[in-house]
């Protein structure tokens, strides 16, 4: 399998020369074609950095990271991007289609206008998202949860060939995590997901592999253990993923991951 | 008004200063609704009134140096100082992520202080700067027309090949720049055509008072209609209507067509605000956030 993310040993400051502790440490990590990778760890672990690193928009002070095996900053207009906290600046006025639109800009032609095509594309988007029925209404008439789920439909629409969410269930009720999460999976038939969420048990319940995030990084796959008996407590949904010394979470305490799990679930 | 339309045959200033102020209301339509979408209208005060400086010297050369104001007139002077604060404050701006609002007060201070000082400096009683600080719309040359005419195209060329770029850059800067806009460029470029803007309509109001007509006429459309598109044809439309509407009211009065034009222009936007709380009240619901 191709890989499509190829992180070597990245060190991140954000105040260099490296007077403090470094932001990641030594990350190395790929993401495959077929990948649906689920990036857990506290806040302030280093979920967000990684992303704006693949996109290209921090660049690392050590390592390398190469996108579609070139370098990230050429290739960002085919990632698709969900931003944790909306970023719309609705100073003047912006229908949601409007916004969704501004994921084809980098498609589109010359001129004053979106064509036939990026409308197309972005009323299908906001279609998959479940807010077609809003792509008239002003942008700030929209709620917390509306609006990342629009800012979701603007990253479909731009055919991103990676997708790259943050937090992107953090402001979206239950009904609309289960239409986010059906159609996360759909999509991830097609094209390469990397999710960042505090969320642990969402990530192990839905994604293929994690990788938990506080600084440094370590993969598990999410099949390596799931406990008959975690089954029976709580409930067949939830599996887990144990983390073994070494890994950034056990280090931070967190040594039985199922157990946040439960209680992430059982809430 | 009457009067107005008697003498409009008779009085080729007349005929002028309505051009220009239909001229003026294009590029109102034009780049108000960035200058407000993009959050720069005190970026473009300071322009203004950095660009007196270029005003100053402009006169000043003149009186002392008569070969170079072949090439640099007062309007000149004004463009080029404002293109080159537009600039400085895009640089600063990519360097520390906003300009910082002491330096922009200096610079705001720095260029009206040039400017009067250069023109004490000067003999004479000046009347070009005060046409520059305060509006001359009754007294527009057809050398002014022409310019302004230039500089409307040069707006409407930028508009009609960066709309969707100034639009995303003003949504949301960082997706505009991970779809390939240069965030920065796209920034300058912004800056510079609000600077151009300034000029035009320092033609008509003065640069002291251009702020009302950069900003006003975007905010007072942008209270009514939900898209871009809209706001730019209702903009241009309020800004005709502000540019010749209240000065062939006051033509023949006391009052002075430029101040008409501005009060105008703020009782509008006033006025549109107390319009859009009534109705909110009216149907039961707050102000649009």
Redesign the interface.
């Known amino acids: 399998m191709n890989p499509v993310v190829e992180i070597e040993h990245v060190w991140f400051w954000y105040t260099f020369p490296p007077a403090s502790q470094p932001v990641l440490e030594d990350i190395s990590l790929t993401v495959f074609a077929d990948d649906f990778l689920g990036l857990v760890g506290p806040n302030g672990g280093g979920k967000t950095t990684l992303l704006r690193l693949i996109l290209g928009l921090i660049r690392p002070q050590r390592g390398t990271i190469r996108v579609f095996g070139t370098s990230p900053a050429q290739v960002r207009h085919r990632i698709g991007y969900v931003p944790q906290h909306a970023r719309v600046d609705v100073a003047i006025p912006a229908t949601v289609l409007d916004v969704v639109l501004t994921g084809r800009l980098h498609r589109s032609r010359w001129g004053v206008c979106y064509g036939r095509a990026d409308r197309l594309a972005a009323e299908n988007a906001l279609e998959r998202v479940g807010l077609k029925h809003l792509a008239g209404r002003p942008w700030q008439s929209l709620s917390g949860g509306q609006r990342q789920r629009a800012l979701i439909a603007r990253a479909l629409a731009a055919e991103s060939q990676l997708l790259l969410l943050d937090e992107p269930t953090a402001n979206i009720d239950l009904p609309s995590e289960q239409t986010l999460t059906d159609l996360l999976h759909e999509l991830s038939r097609h094209i390469p997901i990397v999710l960042a969420s505090h969320d642990i048990a969402f990530v192990t319940t839905h994604m293929k592999r994690v990788a938990c995030l506080n600084r440094r990084l370590t993969v598990h796959r999410v099949d390596e253990l799931s406990s008959d008996r975690l089954r029976e407590i709580y409930g067949q949904d939830v599996c887990t993923i144990v983390h073994r010394p070494g890994c950034p979470l056990f280090d931070s305490g967190c040594r039985q991951g199922c157990r946040l799990a439960g209680e992430t679930s059982s809430l | 008004m009457i009067g107005f339309l008697r003498d409009l045959p008779d009085n080729p200033f007349l005929l002028t200063g309505l051009l220009a102020g239909l001229l003026s209301a294009l590029a109102c339509g034009l780049i108000g ?2 200058v ?4 720069m209208v005190l970026l473009s005060g300071a322009i203004a009134h950095a660009a007196v400086g270029g005003v100053g010297l402009a006169i000043f050369l003149a009186a002392y140096a008569p070969t170079a104001s072949r090439w640099i007139d007062p309007l000149t002077g004004g463009l080029i100082v404002a293109v080159a604060a537009a600039i400085f404050i895009a640089v600063a701006e990519t360097r520390w992520g906003s300009m910082p609002e002491t330096l922009l007060a200096a610079m705001w201070a720095l260029g009206m202080s040039l400017g009067v000082l250069l023109a004490k400096m000067t003999p004479g009683y000046q009347s070009q700067l005060m046409a520059f600080l305060f509006g001359n719309i009754s007294y527009v040359s057809w050398r002014q027309v022409k310019t302004l005419v230039l500089l409307d195209a040069l707006l409407a060329a930028a ?3 960066f ?3 100034f ?2 850059f ?12 240069s965030a920065a460029v796209v920034n300058g470029v912004l800056l510079v055509l609000a600077a151009i803007a300034v000029i035009v309509l320092a033609q008509v109001v003065g640069l002291v008072m251009v702020i009302t007509l950069l900003t006003l006429p ?1 905010a007072t459309a ?1 209270i009514f ?4 598109a ?2 730019i044809l209702v903009s241009t439309l309020v800004a005709a209507v502000l540019t010749t509407l209240p000065r062939m009211l006051v033509y023949g009065t006391v009052i002075s067509a430029e101040s008409a034009i501005v009060i105008a222009a703020v009782g509008t936007y006033l006025a549109a605000l107390a319009v859009r709380e009534g109705l909110g009240r009216l149907v039961g619901k707050g102000p ?2």
């Open positions: 609704p960035y407000v979408g993009r959050r508009t009609a090949l709309h969707k770029q639009l995303a003003c949504l949301d800067r960082e997706q505009a720049e991970l779809q390939g806009v975007a942008a209609v939900n898209s871009i809209a706001v649009k956030a």
